[in-house]
């Protein structure tokens, strides 16, 4: 039939971006180890251990490509997981602790990640302190996390999918930055940084001294030092843990005060030395000319020398210096600051950049010391393609009134649902019980976010809830109460209940006519989604006139690349598809993923359905290859956002299935 448009707690033993693993069977059963297992988290706080080759080689492999991991590993057990795990980013180094050198000292000089073997704990203890005091806690050598914004490119190339995050990711900065920190969110925070480090005195300490001593002023020698501040918070905003991100957001908001106080008042070059996998490295390659947003905050340094120092050799990782011009004046820039009289550690030369902070790729080059030089300029919020866009969907949010409504609409449109309930329920949960109004605005939220989920019936009581406070508090005739007509509508036609369905709709689309006029988005919002109806109803003529008069209004009102567009697009391609226009329905389709892609992150559902309709008209062309190509990415997709029960993806599995048998 085609997908037609209408329209969380953190792993607390997990919070910090370097660990240890160590595979032993006999790790957790003798004295020795387990003594050796405290030394060792006074050196690295997270760890591991293991009895099991193939727990620990599922455990690897299931982390985040962010994660860096020393495996400890026994002889027998090292030689047959090392071969399999050697090659995954993950792992940054290996130590092989065992009975005897000879039966292992022949193998290992297979596998350059191993850096020492050791035949006494105490041996292995003082290698792996050796190698942390030669390369003591750098953020260097921490992932280099960043979103491209690409519009050249098309759906074939490396970075497509990141434009939509690129987007994101500064709503989402800018969503978070509004809301004010609580007393209960800071407890939460603390009791989160307690239970990560349960076994680490020096840690625990110094989370009671940030409990009982942070200022404001002094957010930057926290973030500066090497403490759980730092390691926490970057790992968080690399891996986007939304939630420990929003109980952090006092501290963001202070380095964000800091930074435009101090900011820098002249031109300056800054540099940043850095180890990159091939996979991120090769995006931005292809990404020369075009605006990149990095994802964390920046440090960087005055120092050209000090910077390229960094570059250690790697046989798996290229070895990168940035070097960015700045120029203090450009208007609308994230801020930055040289931050050495306000760091934990003054005597270093480093220039702190504002997480979200947006830079150009200017071009690169390569020495003959097989260093790559990547030039960037920071560039101005206010110039880039998507400003429009950005600005755009700033003011739909900000048309909530509760702040963690807010977040959970920015969430809900990110495709993250799970997340986006959590904070409509902490909403909820929050509010005095005669706020009638805000509790109804939960109600309709949480609405929404089942429908998204496919839990008709729960999203059919969240949205009466919600009618009968408002049919109560408001006019009869308040837009509302005709967004919420507007809701209940969708719900019975998912239902396959037209005729309801139809009724609220027309409910609805009086109202909002009455209210707005006959060219406002809520009038296209009900005739796009009548428009679903009628296609339903298979009267694709009528289908057409009201998602064509849908468009019209939505073309007259919003940005070029707003996704709401995008579902205008994509529900004109269903209805040519059925009327065998197969060559239109795919052009219409096609505009729906350029607008996607740009306004979008990768993995959300809209996208899937767009690639699942594309699947669908190359299944009826017969071409099977790329039907199941297309329903493969969508699968993808829907695998990541749904339960394995969601209608859409139970559809998806049994496309795949029919394709693939064709092609046997």
Same mark, same amino acid.
């Given at each position: ?8 707690? +953190? ?14 069977? %006999? ?43 020393? @495996?400890?590993?026994?002889? /027998?057990?090292?030689?047959? =997981? ?12 290996? !130590? ?40 003591? !806690? ?23 999918? @990141? ?69 926490? @918070? ?77 570059? /250690? ?10 070097? =960015? ?25 480093? &220039? @702190? ?14 020495? /003959? ?54 904070? !409509? ?23 929404? &976010? ?8 729960? %999203? ?67 005739? $796009? ?30 940005? $070029? ?40 992150? %990768? ?43 969601? +209608? ?17």
């Amino acid at each position: 039939m085609g997908a037609t448009f209408r329209r969380f707690t +953190p792993r607390t033993s997990d919070l910090e971006i370097s660990s240890l693993v160590w595979l032993d069977d %006999s790790v957790n059963t003798l004295q020795e180890s387990i003594d050796a297992q405290q030394r060792l988290r006074l050196l690295i706080n997270q760890l591991k251990t293991f009895e099991s080759k193939d727990l620990c080689e599922e455990y690897i492999k299931s982390l985040s490509e962010l994660d860096r991991i020393i @495996l400890i590993v026994s002889g /027998r057990l090292g030689q047959k =997981i090392v071969p399999s795990i050697h090659q995954q980013q993950q792992i940054v180094a290996i !130590y092989v602790y065992c009975g005897t050198r000879e039966k292992n000292e022949l193998w290992i000089k297979q596998f350059p990640k191993v850096r020492g073997l050791a035949v006494q704990l105490n041996e292995l203890i003082s290698l792996i302190r050796s190698d942390q005091a030669k390369q003591p !806690y750098n953020k260097n050598d921490e992932p280099f996390t960043f979103t491209s914004f690409n519009p050249k490119l098309d759906k074939e190339k490396l970075t497509v999918g @990141l434009n939509g995050q690129f987007l994101h990711s500064q709503l989402l900065i800018d969503c978070l930055l509004q809301i004010k920190s609580t007393t209960s969110d800071i407890d939460e925070l603390i009791s989160i940084c307690k239970q990560a480090y349960e076994k680490d005195k020096e840690q625990l300490a110094l989370i009671l001294k940030f409990k009982n001593e942070y200022l404001s002023d002094q957010a930057l020698q926290w973030y500066t030092r090497d403490s759980f501040v730092y390691r926490m @918070l970057n790992k968080a905003l690399r891996e986007q843990d939304i939630h420990l991100i929003f109980l952090f957001r006092f501290l963001i908001s202070d380095l964000q005060k800091l930074l435009k106080k101090n900011q820098c008042s002249s031109r300056l070059t800054v540099y940043r030395g850095q180890l990159m996998w091939s996979e991120e490295f090769n995006i931005l390659k292809h990404s020369i000319g075009e605006l990149i947003s990095i994802n964390s905050f920046l440090s960087t340094s005055l120092d050209r020398q000090l910077a390229y120092s960094f570059l /250690r050799e790697s046989k798996d990782l290229e070895r990168v210096l940035f070097e =960015i011009e700045v120029d203090s004046q450009l208007p609308d820039i994230k801020p930055f600051a040289e931050i050495s009289s306000l760091s934990f550690y003054p005597k270093e030369k480093e &220039v @702190l950049f504002m997480l979200g902070s947006i830079f150009r790729l200017v071009n690169m080059s390569h020495d /003959r010391n097989g260093v790559w030089t990547i030039k960037l300029t920071l560039f101005s919020d206010h110039d880039h393609h998507l400003k429009s866009t950005l600005n755009y969907m700033k003011s739909e949010d900000k048309q909530s009134e509760l702040d963690l409504v807010m977040l959970g609409n920015v969430l809900q449109r990110m495709g993250r649902y799970n997340e986006a309930e959590i904070y !409509y329920r902490r909403c909820l949960n929050e509010l005095p019980s005669n706020d009638y109004q805000n509790i109804s605005a939960c109600y309709y939220a949480l609405g929404r &976010v089942a429908d998204s989920k496919a839990n008709y019936e729960s %999203s059919l009581e969240w949205f009466n809830k919600s009618l009968n406070i408002d049919m109560q508090i408001l006019k009869q005739n308040d837009p509302c109460i005709a967004k919420t007509h507007n809701s209940i509508a969708n719900i019975y036609q998912t239902k396959g209940n037209y005729e309801q369905a139809l009724e609220s709709y027309s409910k609805a689309l009086t109202i909002f006519q009455h209210s707005f006029g006959e060219n406002d988005l809520n009038v296209a919002l009900c005739l $796009n989604n009548i428009g679903v109806v009628y296609q339903q109803q298979k009267q694709y003529s009528k289908a057409l006139n009201h998602y064509q008069s849908a468009l019209t209004i939505r073309k007259k009102r919003l940005p $070029n690349n707003h996704p709401d567009l995008g579902a205008s697009y994509n529900n004109i391609g269903i209805v040519y598809r059925h009327l065998g226009n197969s060559d239109e329905a795919l052009k219409q389709y096609n505009l729906a993923l350029k607008i996607y892609e740009v306004s979008l992150p %990768s993995n959300h559902t809209d996208v899937g359905m767009t690639l699942e309709n594309i699947g669908i008209v190359y299944e009826e062309k017969g071409d099977w290859k790329k039907a199941l190509s297309y329903y493969e990415e969508a699968g993808t997709i829907y695998g990541e956002a749904f339960s394995s029960t969601h +209608p859409n993806v139970v559809q998806i599995k049994q496309s795949i299935q029919h394709v693939s048998s064709k092609l046997k």
